[in-house]
């Protein structure tokens, strides 16, 4: 079975698009680095924050690997000290589309290998 989930990860193609929202907790002294780095991280927006040291974020890929490759990456930052994922769907990108169609937005799902991307 556990095989099964590897292959089926790493066979992950764009016809998915997953989205994930998390709140990343920091030190409250961390606080500015850490949105700045969130805003430039490829995949993650940011939609609230506090300068007590929340952030609520998305992160969207086209795998649910991508999106923890991410959260890794995050966990990084300096001064972050957790991230707790709220809600995570994955859809089929043609039905993303249609959706975002629907309400004039444009969807890019990143594809690129996270780390060059982050580091």
Do not use: C, W
Not at 10 to 25: C, G, K, L, M, W
């Amino acid at each position: 079975m556990k095989d099964r989930t590897i292959q089926q990860h790493a066979n992950a193609t764009q016809d998915e698009v997953h989205i994930s929202s998390f709140i990343v907790y920091s030190k409250p002294d961390a606080f500015a680095n850490v949105a700045q780095a969130l805003k430039f991280t490829l995949g993650v927006e940011v939609h609230a924050e506090d300068p007590a040291g929340k952030f609520v974020v998305t992160i969207e890929g086209d795998s649910s690997k991508r999106i923890m490759d991410v959260v890794e990456n995050i966990g990084k930052i300096p001064g972050v000290f957790n991230t707790a994922m709220v809600y995570h769907q994955s859809i089929e990108a043609s039905a993303a589309d249609e959706d975002a169609e629907e309400f004039g937005i444009r969807v890019v799902v990143p594809t690129e290998d996270i780390d060059q991307v982050t580091h």
